[in-house]
């Protein structure tokens, strides 16, 4: 049974400034998360990475389709049930200041969820507690971090303090959205291997979001790679295979585009695609067929009337109709 498991799952908004128009954020989207493993979302902005991190910890809820937990529907969950969901899947938000309350010390909030939840007797085993996590993330000494305000810590600390806030409620699952696009290049990979420490230590599955492909190459090494694009799944493999061999011309697009100081590292595989349009198409009114063809060097007539769905190929999945030919 899969930890977390979206099934066919849709996501459609009110757009804000088009009365009577819709946002189709996510469409059809299938996902299975299994019990210690890493997940790389990638993809660009607007592609609805965000949204289906936020499916997962039922932040929104799916306009059609199903999020299940341990194999239940979460909408069908007892209340006891969903308690042990909320605790069981966190999330990591990308802005680290406004995820605390600007308002109460790092102690005050942190310690909250631990008495409410009843995982800490009182507020003397939660200072222990957090102690013990903060001297694991790297804070050290922890009780000058603990009494201290968020404006009074700088962005790569208040990062590593939203992890050791989620690992303090002992989750199964930590969806990181763009966890370290906010801190300094220097500290990027320190936060990225405390969340591997912590999947191989503890065994959390990571749901990792990211436009980075380096970094999402970095934490999920001997995970999964999804590539998104205007709300669909287009891809999904192996990471390494994936990179290597990259099956939708857009997820090659993507690997291509990334800057290269030695050319030579390349090794000739990914060659540049030359695409016909670098502006992605409107979410609102999505182009018919495959959403990617207006931008695709290789579409032809069916490309442009029938949209592909995810198939299997080369041991992953991808949604394209061409795929066996380029």
């Given at each position: 049974?899969?930890l977390?498991?979206?099934?066919d799952?849709?996501?459609?908004?009110?757009?804000?400034?088009?009365?009577?128009q819709?946002?189709?954020?996510l469409?059809g989207?299938?996902?299975?998360?299994?019990p210690?493993?890493?997940?790389a979302v990638?993809?660009?902005?607007?592609?609805?990475?965000?949204?289906?991190g936020?499916?997962?910890?039922?932040?929104?809820?799916?306009?059609?389709?199903?999020?299940?937990?341990?194999?239940?529907?979460?909408?069908?969950?007892?209340?006891?049930?969903?308690?042990?969901?909320?605790?069981?899947?966190?999330?990591?938000?990308?802005?680290?200041?406004?995820?605390l309350?600007?308002?109460r010390?790092?102690?005050?909030?942190?310690?909250?969820?631990?008495?409410?939840h009843?995982?800490?007797?009182?507020?003397?085993?939660?200072?222990?507690?957090?102690?013990?996590?903060?001297?694991?993330?790297?804070?050290?000494?922890?009780r000058?971090?603990?009494?201290?305000?968020?404006?009074?810590?700088?962005?790569?600390?208040?990062?590593?303090?939203?992890?050791?806030?989620?690992?303090?409620?002992?989750?199964?699952?930590?969806?990181?959205?763009?966890?370290v696009?906010?801190?300094d290049?220097?500290?990027?990979?320190?936060?990225?291997?405390?969340?591997?420490?912590?999947?191989?230590k503890?065994?959390?599955?990571?749901?990792?979001?990211?436009?980075?492909?380096?970094?999402?190459?970095?934490?999920?090494q001997?995970?999964?790679?999804a590539?998104m694009?205007?709300?669909?799944?287009?891809?999904?493999?192996?990471?390494?295979?994936?990179?290597?061999?990259?099956?939708?011309?857009?997820?090659?697009?993507?690997?291509?585009?990334?800057?290269?100081?030695?050319?030579?590292?390349r090794?000739?595989?990914?060659?540049?695609?030359?695409?016909?349009?670098?502006?992605m198409?409107?979410?609102?009114?999505?182009?018919?067929?495959?959403?990617?063809?207006?931008?695709?060097?290789?579409?032809?007539?069916?490309?442009?009337?029938?949209?592909?769905?995810?198939?299997?190929?080369?041991?992953?999945?991808?949604?394209?109709?061409?795929?066996?030919?380029?």
């Amino acid at each position: 049974m899969s930890l977390m498991e979206l099934k066919d799952v849709s996501v459609t908004f009110d757009a804000e400034q088009r009365k009577g128009q819709k946002v189709r954020a996510l469409v059809g989207l299938n996902l299975k998360i299994e019990p210690g493993e890493i997940v790389a979302v990638v993809g660009e902005s607007g592609c609805g990475k965000t949204t289906l991190g936020k499916v997962l910890v039922d932040i929104y809820q799916p306009t059609e389709g199903q999020a299940l937990y341990n194999g239940k529907d979460l909408r069908s969950l007892t209340k006891e049930e969903y308690r042990k969901y909320r605790l069981g899947v966190q999330m990591i938000h990308q802005d680290s200041y406004a995820a605390l309350n600007p308002n109460r010390t790092i102690f005050q909030s942190l310690s909250l969820p631990l008495l409410q939840h009843k995982l800490v007797k009182n507020k003397d085993e939660a200072w222990g507690l957090l102690s013990e996590l903060f001297e694991e993330i790297g804070l050290n000494p922890a009780r000058l971090f603990l009494e201290k305000y968020p404006h009074q810590l700088s962005g790569g600390q208040r990062q590593r303090i939203l992890l050791a806030r989620a690992l303090s409620v002992r989750p199964s699952l930590i969806v990181a959205d763009e966890p370290v696009s906010m801190v300094d290049v220097s500290l990027r990979i320190s936060l990225l291997d405390l969340m591997a420490r912590a999947n191989k230590k503890y065994g959390i599955s990571f749901v990792y979001i990211t436009h980075d492909l380096g970094t999402a190459r970095y934490i999920a090494q001997h995970g999964r790679i999804a590539v998104m694009y205007l709300g669909r799944m287009v891809e999904l493999n192996q990471i390494q295979a994936a990179l290597d061999k990259p099956a939708h011309p857009y997820f090659h697009a993507l690997i291509a585009a990334v800057p290269e100081a030695d050319p030579t590292l390349r090794g000739g595989k990914i060659a540049q695609l030359p695409l016909k349009s670098f502006d992605m198409p409107s979410v609102i009114n999505a182009p018919p067929g495959c959403k990617f063809h207006p931008r695709c060097p290789y579409a032809n007539e069916r490309c442009g009337t029938e949209e592909p769905k995810l198939r299997e190929f080369r041991g992953g999945l991808v949604a394209c109709h061409l795929v066996e030919t380029i």
